[in-house]
């Protein structure tokens, strides 16, 4: 396997730390609590695409998918705590669900465009 597989997942990864390193005055203001939670959703799962999509052709790909959602979900978790320690943020347990999901979703949407290409 290649090291380049590695690099959209690794810079993807650095992507959300830059984020989540932002003071809170320095985000826009959101007001709407779905939002959040759905960036959130969607930062991760791309996440977890990516990185499914870095290990997917090794077998068994179902294990490599539920590794990746561990591994992307306690990336969230560390994410979250290392929040409260920033200016304006804070550690919320909802948007490390939401994180959570996005992986789920993120790795079982790999697994299936992985198997679509297996079979053309």
Do not use: C
Not at 66 to 74: A, E, F, I, R
């Amino acid at each position: 396997m290649s090291a380049r597989r590695w690099v959209p997942p690794m810079v993807w990864a650095a992507f959300i730390l830059l984020l989540t390193s932002l003071p809170g005055s320095k985000l826009p203001h959101v007001s709407w609590r779905e939002i959040d939670k759905l960036v959130h959703f969607l930062l991760y799962g791309t996440f977890a695409w990516l990185s499914t999509r870095s290990l997917g052709r090794q077998r068994p790909v179902a294990r490599i998918a539920l590794l990746v959602v561990l591994g992307v979900s306690l990336f969230g978790a560390v994410d979250e705590w290392h929040q409260q320690f920033i200016p304006g943020r804070s550690m919320d347990p909802f948007d490390w669900m939401a994180d959570t999901l996005g992986a789920l979703t993120g790795a079982w949407s790999a697994l299936l465009t992985l198997r679509v290409e297996e079979n053309a």
